[in-house]
DNA sequence: GTTAGCACTCGAAGATTGAGAGTGCTAACA
DNA sequence: TGTTAGCACTCTCAATCTTCGAGTGCTAAC
């Protein structure tokens, strides 16, 4: 879009005064603050134009300009200044980063936290998972008589473990015994490729040892499946209501009701590359509950296989260049955090 | 308290159907619909000294009347039916009590989704941890040269992990002699027990592989910490904002933003026995920002060390009856749940 | 003790009005 | 040709007023 440097520079001045006071914006206003020697009367030309071109909007005839959809996407692309985080805001983000104990989904669940705290947005946090984790590791340990501890670690290690009763006596030669069967038979496929028939086989190695040597198999399957699916976490949804937009309550408590769905979040769209954000503004959202809502979410690698986002909903008029920055910072962060310590606690 | 038979029925009426409408009950509303065959006018006489006895209030002169916090108690202390829950209801609580992962965190969350589904109203559920609690086992296992898997368990049949990386070589016989030492020196102890002079002798004892220990040692320590406090789950919080009395931002607002808070929930009132209820009512909430609100909770042992609390939060105009019904269903479900299976996954 | 009748109260909802903000248009100016 | 001042016009917001109706308390009759 080829636009004349002082219609961007009438346009950024509107959307960013509109973003401080979710007020229409008039002439007088932009003639007074933004620093241009024009008068109100050639600023209303020029919005006339703008307004022509989709980049603004009127509320109704005697309100001022407030941004379009279409205005605020042109100012996210082209007019937007890097935000810098302030002294306080990154001692928070790195404090957040470095939590003692660096469980994976706490990491990324108090992230989620800071963000919106510092966004004043709701903000959520996802890990997905990867296309093919496998077990590299099984052990299995006696606790008592049958009582036995399953504990099996992932490709991308992360540990689990599991209680369990098995109603066999067991020696310890052949507790042993299935521990080397698992470690040779079972590691390194995916729950699709452990078929009826290898089990078959593993029944007539394993003899007594058989029900424990199931009941591992199939704890290591569902340990599969959780790490193919993703945790969600929401955090600072009743932030919305803090801001005007949302004062309304049959316009706040559709989205309210959408966001806190298990699945909303985790089917938005996600950046094409680690590393960049996606903005998603009003209309460019899918779902119908997000059309007067944007958000803003960033990428990072949680270790070699696996990946995250962050992000936060808002309404369209949303200060994106704070938002994003501070996203960027983090994700940076968490993508960091993860790779300096590929045996990051798979504590869980 | 001592009233007429013909007053109690009034009073009934008059809560029952504020309950189901929200709005101030008229004299001739309880004439037409309560079954009692007497004119408007009596009834007028008879809220007039149901309201000089501190059990119903006016709004204003010239609406019905509604039911103060005192009338709401009187109403759950004596007048209160037990409530029946349908089929479907059932079913759909013995559904989420036998989730197919028994995780204990995920029962209790999934537990606190489905009350609040079922009542409409915000749900929350805390598992406590208990006073003494110890590591009963400990195993450690290698996974390749400097890595190795640590493995507690403790008392209430958690079992925790965690990877760690460690500089030293250890042989396998060395690791053995590791295991035995940590079995045998570190089991039965709370975090306090273990003193500096213990872990002095251990460190003699452990030689090369001291690293080790101490990580394992303080993993342990991590564990139980985390095993005396206690995880909080919120569900259903934007569902306060279906119900009428929160139409009205100003007043949502607060109160939303109070729930959402880390430690609140943790730390309301609990039921003086296990297996009883505990319903406050407005006022006799100590927070202020809970003064027009109830909440109903019901507590279910976790094993046999540890309890649990599942609640809910609404408007005082709560449906105390069919509240209550579902909250005792559930705690006794979840107590059963985890009494059948003392051995239930302590995975995590 | 119960009931009908009636005057009275008070809030909710609608209608009316005035003020103010902002616009578009026109005509004058550089 | 681009810029500016002036002015009539539009439309919202807030305040004020009015009306309506529900519900009450009191009194007197049953």
Redesign the interface.
């Known amino acids: 879009m080829d636009i004349s440097e002082r219609k961007k520079r009438i346009l950024r001045a509107v959307i960013e005064n509109y973003i401080n006071t979710a007020e229409p914006v008039g002439s007088k206003t932009i003639a007074e603050h933004a620093g241009l020697d024009i008068s109100p009367a050639t600023i209303r030309n020029e919005m006339a134009d703008l307004e022509n071109l989709g980049l603004l909007e009127q509320p109704h005839t005697s309100a001022g300009r407030i941004p379009s959809p279409k205005g605020y996407r042109f100012y996210v692309n082209e007019l937007m200044e890097q935000h810098r985080l302030s002294i306080q805001e990154v001692n928070r983000l790195n404090e957040a980063l470095h939590l003692k104990?660096q469980e994976l989904d706490r990491v990324i669940s108090e992230a989620s936290r800071v963000v919106s705290q510092i966004t004043k947005y709701p903000s959520y946090a996802i890990s997905t998972g990867c296309s093919r984790i496998t077990i590299?590791?099984f052990?299995l340990?006696m606790?008592e008589r049958h009582?036995f501890?399953v504990?099996v670690?992932t490709d991308a290690?992360v540990?689990?473990?599991?209680?369990?009763?098995i109603a066999n006596d067991l020696s310890p030669s052949e507790l042993s015994l299935l521990n080397t069967l698992l470690n040779a038979s079972f590691t390194g496929l995916t729950p699709e490729e452990i078929t009826p028939e290898l089990m078959k086989m593993a029944e007539q190695a394993a003899g007594a040892a058989y029900d424990l040597l199931v009941t591992a198999v199939s704890?290591a399957v569902?340990v599969l499946r959780n790490q193919e699916s993703c945790a969600v976490y929401l955090s600072?949804?009743?932030r919305l209501?803090?801001h005007p937009e949302y004062?309304n309550?049959e316009r706040?408590?559709p989205l309210?009701?959408y966001l806190?769905q298990e699945n909303a979040l985790s089917n938005l769209p996600v950046p094409d590359t680690t590393g960049t954000m996606k903005i998603l503004i009003g209309p460019e959202n899918v779902a119908q509950e997000l059309q007067d809502t944007s958000v803003v979410v960033a990428s990072y690698d949680i270790g070699e296989s696996m990946k995250g986002l962050i992000g936060v909903v808002g309404p369209t008029r949303m200060d994106y260049a704070k938002v994003a920055a501070r996203l960027y910072y983090f994700a940076e962060g968490l993508s960091r955090l993860f790779e300096t310590d590929d045996?990051f606690?798979?504590?869980?």
């Not at 540990?159 to 009763?165: E, G, P, S, T, W």
């Not at 606690?345 to 869980?348: A, D, K, L, T, V």
């Open positions: 104990v590299r590791r052990a340990l606790v009582r501890i504990v670690m290690s540990v689990k473990n599991k209680l369990v009763h704890f569902d600072g949804l009743p209501l803090e004062r309550l706040a408590q309210l009701a806190s045996g606690s798979g504590e869980h």
